[in-house]
């Protein structure tokens, strides 16, 4: 008597295209994280061209932005521009390319609707939410708020699109 061992036939097999949720939606939350990946490429770019001019450039920019020097955010910009030095430059710029390349390949698989992008936004935005939760406990302001409340509506719109796609609220039914 042979025994033949066959592997076991999914009848559906994990799919790597959510056909099921909106397009527009998934596409909303790619632009987003797409313009994020542009303004930290820009910061950066701007950073190579003025690093060594970089006391003199965020003067002239507090100076524009009426911001006076002896504020704490224009002392706190003042002490950052001049502790650019190159190896710091190489380091930050480093990191903007990391930063703006994760952002980019994100925007990419939610633009085209796929599976592991949904995951990684859901894995990705979760992971910020202690940090955010950390500045506005040392001062809450519009900005801090404003961004942890457009990262919890990201967070909740991936977790529904993941429990819904999970089959766990039919399920629970």
């Given at each position: 008597?042979?025994?033949?061992?066959?592997?076991?036939?999914?009848?559906?097999?994990?799919?790597?295209?959510?056909?099921?949720?909106?397009?527009?939606?998934?596409?909303?939350?790619?632009?987003?994280?797409?313009?994020?990946?542009?303004?930290?490429?820009?910061?950066?770019?701007?950073?190579?061209?003025?690093?060594?001019?970089?006391?003199?450039?965020?003067?002239?920019?507090?100076?524009?932005?009426?911001?006076?020097?002896?504020?704490?955010?224009?002392?706190?910009?003042m002490n950052a521009a001049l502790k650019v030095s190159?190896?710091?430059?190489?380091?930050?710029?480093?990191?903007?390319?990391?930063?703006?390349?994760?952002?980019?390949?994100?925007?990419w698989g939610l633009w085209h609707r796929r599976v592991?992008?949904?995951?990684?936004?859901?894995?990705?935005?979760?992971?910020?939410?202690?940090?955010?939760?950390?500045?506005?406990?040392?001062?809450?302001?519009?900005?801090?708020?404003?961004?942890?409340?457009?990262?919890?509506?990201?967070?909740?719109?991936?977790?529904?699109?993941?429990?819904?796609?999970?089959?766990?609220?039919?399920?629970?039914?």
């Amino acid at each position: 008597m042979e025994v033949s061992v066959t592997p076991p036939v999914h009848p559906h097999p994990p799919a790597q295209v959510d056909e099921r949720t909106s397009a527009a939606g998934l596409r909303t939350v790619a632009v987003f994280e797409a313009l994020k990946g542009i303004v930290v490429l820009a910061l950066g770019i701007v950073l190579v061209f003025v690093h060594k001019h970089a006391e003199d450039f965020t003067e002239n920019l507090l100076f524009h932005l009426h911001i006076d020097v002896d504020r704490r955010i224009g002392e706190a910009l003042m002490n950052a521009a001049l502790k650019v030095s190159d190896a710091r430059l190489i380091t930050i710029l480093a990191a903007v390319a990391v930063y703006a390349a994760v952002r980019f390949l994100e925007a990419w698989g939610l633009w085209h609707r796929r599976v592991w992008a949904e995951w990684f936004a859901l894995l990705s935005g979760t992971l910020y939410l202690p940090l955010e939760i950390l500045k506005i406990m040392e001062r809450a302001d519009w900005e801090r708020v404003g961004v942890l409340v457009i990262n919890l509506l990201i967070i909740g719109y991936m977790l529904m699109i993941r429990i819904r796609e999970g089959g766990w609220l039919a399920k629970s039914r």
